[in-house]
Structure formats: C-alpha cells, structure tokens
C-alpha cells in the first residue's frame, strides 16, 4: 500500500470539449476510517457523459463539482479495513467515492457487489448505472412490443448496447446508429442488430433511417440528440415513444445549439417523448440486476469494456468520450484486482 | 330556400400567412339528399388553426385539401329533409361537410346535437371538438393534480380558456398565455386564472414566468410552440409533462423555424411532452361531453364565441385566427337559426 493517496481534481471549468489541462493529479495523505466507516482500494472508475455537466457549473440534478473538488463518479472497490460490522476485509462495494485510489467511505455507502454473478468491474457496466439505464428507459419509457421497431443511437456504447440487445430480447426490430465501421460491425455481428448506420457517413440521416427502419420507428431510444434525432423525429409511426436518455451532442456546446422545430410531428403521432434518469428507479435495482445477470448467464447479453489504465488518465479517458473512441464501456483500472 | 349551394374552395396552396385570394367562393347545384341521405342547412362553420396544415399540401394526418377541393371543416345545422328513418327535419347534426351552405350527408354522418344543453353553436365549441380536446388534453395527458401549477398558452382561445377553467376546478393554480390587453382582462376577470401574462409585452418570458408561476410549471398545455415554449421548458418542475396540442406559431412558416435545443431538460426534470390529436378519445365523447355541459350549467365554466356573420366571411374570420383577433372559438354563421 502506498503512504498516499492520490485523487483527480478538477483544475478549471472546461470550455467546449474538455482538455487535460482541465484536470490535475494531486497526492493527499491516505485516508484514515473512523468507526463505523470502511477503507476502500479502488479497483474501477468510471468517466461517463454526464459528468460533462457536473463540470460545467451549471444547475442541474446533482451538485456541480468546482475547480479544486475531487473529480465525482461511480467506482467499485474492496474493502481494506473495516471498522463496521456490516463490511468486512475483501468485500466488493459499488460506491460514488470519486476519482481517488482510497476511500473513507461510510459503512452504508453505495452496495455491495456479488463476483459470483460477473466480475466487479460490470457493476459500473453492464451491472450498474449503464445497464439499469439502458433497462429501466427501454422496458419502463419505451415500453417497446414485440414485433416494433427500436432505434438507438449510440448503440455500441455503454447504454446504447444494452439497449439493443434487450429491445432484440423482447422480440423487435432494432436498429443502431454509431460512429464507426468497427461500431457498425460490433452491433450487427456480435450484437446481433438487425440494422445499422454510421452517422459519420452522410448527413442525409433522414435516408439511413428510412433503410434501416422500413416500417418507421415506434421507441426512439436517444443518447445522442442533434441532427440524428431531428430525422428520427420526422420517422416515428403512430404513438411512438422517444427515450430521452442522454443528449451528447450538445455536452460540449459553447453556445445554446439550435436545430428545427418539429414538436409537431408529436402531434400529428399522437407520441411521447420523455426525459428520465436511472434514479427514479434505484429501489428497483435488484429486479434489474437479477434479469440482467440471467441474460448474461444464458449468453443473450453480451458486453464490452474499453479499458484505460491508470488513474492518471483517467481525464484522457473521458475525454475519449467525446471523440467515440470508446466500444462499450468506458472504464479507467485503478489498481488491478 | 335558395336555388344554389353555395361553398369556399381553395383557390391557391397559400404561402405564409394565408390571403383571401387563396380561396373563392363558388356556387354550385342544390344538392339532393339520396336514399340513405339527409339534406343539411349549415348554421355554423368552425375555423381552426388545424386546417392551415391541411391546406399546405403536407402529409398529416388528414388528407390534405388541394387547389379546387372544398373547404374542410366542422359544421352544425339542421336535416331539413330526411330520407333515412333515424334522423327527422329539424334535427341538428354536428358533422364535418365542409365550408358550405347546404350538404346531402349520410344518415350516419356525425352526431345529434342537444340543444337542451346549450345552443348548437357550442356543438363547434366548448361541447364539441375544441372541449374535448381540453379536456381530454388536460386531463388524460396532462394529469394536473390539485394544488400543481399549469401554464396555458392561447389561454383566451378556444381550447386554452377551456383547459385554463378546468384546471381550476381540478384545483391547480393556473397561468395564462395571451396576446392582447382585452385578452388577459378576460382570463383573469372572466375565467378567474390567477396569473397571465402579455407575450408580446417583452421577449422577456422566462421572467414573465416566473412571475406567474412563482413555484415552476408542473403542466403546460401548449397551443402555440416557439418562443414562449422555451422558456416554459427552462422553467418546468420534476416530473412536468407537457402537453403539445397545437404549434400555431409555426404553422404558417415558409421555411422551417429553428430554436434552441432543449431536449436536455426533459432529462434532468424526468418530464414527459406528449402530443395527441382528440380523435384518440373520440368513443369517450358522451363522458366528456356531459361532464362539460354540467360544468356549464353550474356556472364553472365559460365560454365566448366570436362570430362572423356569412359564409363569404369564412376565409377572413380562418385568417384572422393567426392575428389573434378572436376570444374564444371563433365561428362563422352561415344562416341565422
């Protein structure tokens, strides 16, 4: 064990995409618990778009984090020592201690991980936020039937795969829309979509929609926002419903982007489109762990991890996931299990 | 009786804000009910903002009305000879022949009108499809619950000064949208909204409503979209929903409208915006249609109606519409009753 800790602050307020520079490495002493806490050794962090806002010192649904705070985000862990009698020494927990290598976490903080259902770093994945995400906001907001047709955007990505893989489970049509060949490939050969376009190929959005969704788009499920959607907007069917789960495309906007207006074609379909975050479905994480660790088991869900290691790029990391570089899930390896 | 019928066409696919040269007025053969058939005397036509997009040669959800066709629309007036055993002279029929004086319809076509109830004017109005389209917009899109606030744009309009009234006896403070002084005196004084406010007073309405909904905005019912929409948006609580019922900002663009991405919000708010078209509800019309009719006789609810005396009037009083000159629903009387 080092004598120190070492943590990501975030050095000033990003302007645009963020640059490392943004970011600084600092050491601070190691942390000691008190009674009733636990010590953890991270394992896995997690960059994911959100953070993006959290950054950018705007009001949102989470406090901001300011130059000079400790980066925050999703992390999984063991436990080191235990002064709580729920935890004890090697324990896995899933927490929200931050972009640190140690942790003094309260004893009741974040939960514990099963490494039996999957190993630990897929309780940020596929496990964790991405896949309670990607389940709750299709099967919950979209409610998508058999026989539909789904669309994602970012479909080869850490919501967007799930996303595709679990509306393919419920018996429909989906189509993907990434950002590169290798994506394409991933979702059609090992995700088993049934279409799938590269939105870098043309702007003509409206064209690959059309030939990848011949029966139009009944559940629209976005990560993405921008041009892509204005055309998935203008081919939904009767009662569709688009999922607003993520918006990447503007996180980095310095100005207030602008697009078409076409709230109309909500009326005209008689559909629903509506935002959510994962957190209105926290006490129902154990139904959607257990259905997607089934799904896991039985090979009708697959995953990837994109994995960086080293806490020190843990900015360049997240920074890739602005440029697309990353297949699945974005994850930077603290300290190797 | 006259020898003719006499009826509006559309004479040009109009650009922009329509002009009375887009229609004429023609006169044609007394039409003769057959067997099956009654012959109707229309009292009153309805104009609405809808027919702009039928009239723009735009696949909606309608066949669109061509250069040559007649004028679409809803219609009340009386069977003045009947050749089907369920309907009698006299009767009124509430129905959809169209901007003409005199129609053979079927003898199934549209519905019996109570003029117990009210007069049958109404039947276009507040107990015909802008009432139900309030109510069922209000109430099975938007779910106010008692105590929430409601922002409504075009608020002194024929759908707005229905939804406006009933979201006040639901319980719900409520907020109203309009475009003139004589217009805010009236849902203030008249329909007893307990804010509103001028849009063309300022550009300012993020602060106009914040004014009037000093708590946020838990529904927005939306008859008109742009800029006022935005700023709505911005300003809507956790779990808003948002009712998109018309966009009559837009409807007569001659090149698409463009406006800031908000989409985020929906996110970090967990809202839903939901577009519908009343002819989802239509077998739940006797519900609705009572329930309004009580609510009129107990003095709950008001109605206004503007009226333009003269089928030749018809284009002027459908252009007037996208001036704002009308309170309430806006009605052309074809024959005095």
Partial sequence: MTAFNRQIQLAAKPFGVPKESDFKLVESPMPEPAEGQVLVRTNYLTVDPYMRGLISGAKSYQKPVRPGDLMVGGTVGRVIK??????????????????QEYAAISGDHGHLFDTKLAPMSTGLGVLGMPGLTAYFG???????????????????????????QIAKIIGCRVAGCAGSKEKIDYVLGELGLDAAFNYKDTENHLGQIREACPAGVDVYFDNVGGTVSDAALLKINQGARIVLCGQIDQYNATEMPTGPRLLFQLIIKGAR???????????????????????????????????????????KAFIGLFKGENIGKQLVRVAKE
């Fill in 138 to 164: 299709l099967t919950e907001i979209g409610k998508p039937k058999a026989g539909e047709t789904v669309l994602v955007t970012s479909a080869a990505g850490a919501v967007g795969s799930i996303v595709g």
């Fill in 273 to 315: 489109m509506e935002g959510f975050l994962v957190n209105q479905f926290v006490d129902r994480r154990d139904e959607a762990v257990r259905k997607l660790a089934e799904w896991l088991k039985s090979g009708r869900l697959k995953y990837r991890e994109t994995i960086t290691d080293g806490i020190e790029n843990a900015p």
């Fill in 82 to 99: 235990s002064r709580t009698p729920g935890r004890k020494e090697g324990d896995v927990v899933v927490g929200y201690w931050g972009w």
